[in-house]
């Protein structure tokens, strides 16, 4: 991996941090929140996308990418909505965010995409999940026993399955689609060539969405909720970060050799995320979740090494 790309990782991070936040924070994560979050993240990405003149000359071979992988995406939100309803989020996060790990590494080893990976390498990636899951079970109260973690768990297990297959799917599909828009348009800028990538891609997301939020409403579902979230800046201001942050993600994966990387290295928002946590918000961190940072540290050592 050069260094290119791990700085394009590590901003992405802090990106991805503040929308996943402002999510959170927003306590209604639905269909709702996501379709005003991608039509935010739509918007925010369009001017790049204009400024490169390519919209509308992308072929059919590159589309069919941002189109899998726009509704890859659709189908992690999916995943996340429904693991947060039925999960502690502390617990279904880190899962969803270690599943993927394993996943991408497991399919790019088996069909050959990309260059092939070091065993230190693999190694690296499978102590990264390792710490993902330990950090996992490092959350919640400190009363709560591992049986009923594992209880928690298993309520939002389906959501969190879709969400890591989802992410998995668009990490992988959208490598094929920004490497092959960077040599669609060899003139252009990386940053502008996977901004129009981006934006292609969350045309579909965002159609995907306001899809579903039509489906709620004819079912009765969600009455006021759109409204409601319509009138807070949460949604808006999380496109907003998305769309920075994602755009840094799919140039970082043009500087890779194999797109596992590019997933293991986003782990890097855990470890991150404990820091501030210990550092402004004063909260303390276990010996057990000491453990899940040094093995996520550790083995993204691995893997660059």
């Given at each position: 991996?050069?260094?290119?790309?791990?700085?394009?990782?590590?901003?992405?991070?802090?990106?991805?941090?503040?929308?996943?936040?402002?999510?959170?924070?927003?306590?209604?994560?639905?269909?709702?929140?996501?379709?005003?979050f991608?039509?935010?993240?739509?918007?925010?990405?369009?001017?790049?996308?204009?400024?490169?003149?390519?919209?509308?000359?992308?072929?059919?071979?590159?589309?069919?990418?941002?189109i899998?992988?726009?509704?890859?995406?659709?189908?992690?939100?999916?995943?996340?909505?429904?693991?947060?309803?039925?999960?502690?989020?502390?617990?279904?996060?880190?899962?969803?965010?270690?599943?993927?790990?394993?996943?991408?590494?497991?399919?790019?080893?088996?069909?050959?995409?990309?260059?092939?990976?070091?065993?230190?390498?693999?190694?690296?990636?499978?102590?990264?999940?390792?710490?993902?899951?330990?950090?996992?079970?490092s959350?919640?109260?400190?009363?709560?026993a591992?049986?009923?973690?594992?209880?928690?768990?298993?309520?939002?297990?389906?959501?969190?399955?879709?969400?890591?297959l989802?992410?998995?799917?668009?990490?992988?599909?959208?490598?094929?689609?920004?490497?092959?828009?960077?040599?669609?348009?060899?003139e252009?800028?990386?940053?502008?060539?996977?901004?129009?990538?981006?934006?292609?891609?969350?045309?579909?997301?965002?159609?995907g969405?306001?899809?579903?939020?039509?489906?709620?409403?004819?079912?009765?579902?969600?009455?006021?909720?759109?409204?409601?979230?319509?009138?807070?800046?949460?949604?808006?201001?999380?496109?907003?970060f998305?769309?920075?942050?994602?755009?840094?993600?799919?140039?970082?994966?043009?500087?890779v050799?194999?797109v596992?990387?590019?997933?293991?290295?986003?782990?890097?928002?855990?470890?991150?995320?404990?820091?501030?946590?210990?550092?402004?918000?004063?909260?303390?961190?276990?010996?057990?979740?000491?453990?899940a940072?040094?093995?996520?540290?550790?083995?993204?050592?691995?893997?660059?090494?």
């Amino acid at each position: 991996m050069s260094m290119t790309a791990f700085n394009l990782i590590v901003l992405s991070i802090l990106m991805h941090s503040l929308w996943h936040f402002l999510c959170k924070s927003s306590g209604k994560a639905s269909m709702a929140f996501f379709a005003l979050f991608s039509t935010s993240l739509f918007l925010t990405i369009l001017p790049l996308a204009l400024s490169s003149g390519l919209l509308g000359t992308v072929p059919f071979s590159i589309v069919k990418f941002a189109i899998i992988g726009g509704v890859s995406g659709v189908i992690c939100d999916i995943g996340l909505i429904l693991a947060y309803r039925n999960c502690d989020i502390s617990l279904a996060y880190p899962m969803a965010r270690a599943l993927p790990v394993f996943f991408t590494m497991l399919a790019t080893t088996l069909f050959g995409w990309g260059k092939s990976l070091t065993i230190l390498a693999i190694i690296g990636m499978i102590v990264i999940f390792s710490g993902c899951l330990v950090m996992a079970f490092s959350n919640g109260p400190k009363d709560t026993a591992m049986k009923d973690k594992l209880k928690i768990l298993k309520r939002g297990l389906i959501g969190i399955l879709i969400a890591a297959l989802g992410t998995t799917s668009y990490t992988i599909v959208d490598k094929f689609g920004v490497d092959a828009m960077v040599k669609f348009a060899p003139e252009t800028s990386k940053l502008q060539a996977a901004g129009t990538y981006s934006c292609i891609r969350e045309l579909a997301a965002m159609t995907g969405m306001w899809l579903l939020v039509l489906v709620r409403k004819v079912q009765g579902e969600d009455k006021g909720l759109l409204r409601d979230l319509a009138k807070k800046y949460h949604p808006y201001l999380a496109g907003v970060f998305a769309a920075l942050a994602y755009v840094l993600i799919l140039v970082a994966m043009n500087e890779v050799t194999n797109v596992s990387f590019v997933q293991a290295f986003r782990q890097l928002s855990l470890p991150l995320s404990a820091f501030l946590g210990f550092l402004i918000l004063k909260e303390k961190i276990t010996a057990i979740r000491w453990i899940a940072l040094i093995l996520i540290m550790v083995g993204l050592g691995l893997s660059v090494l």
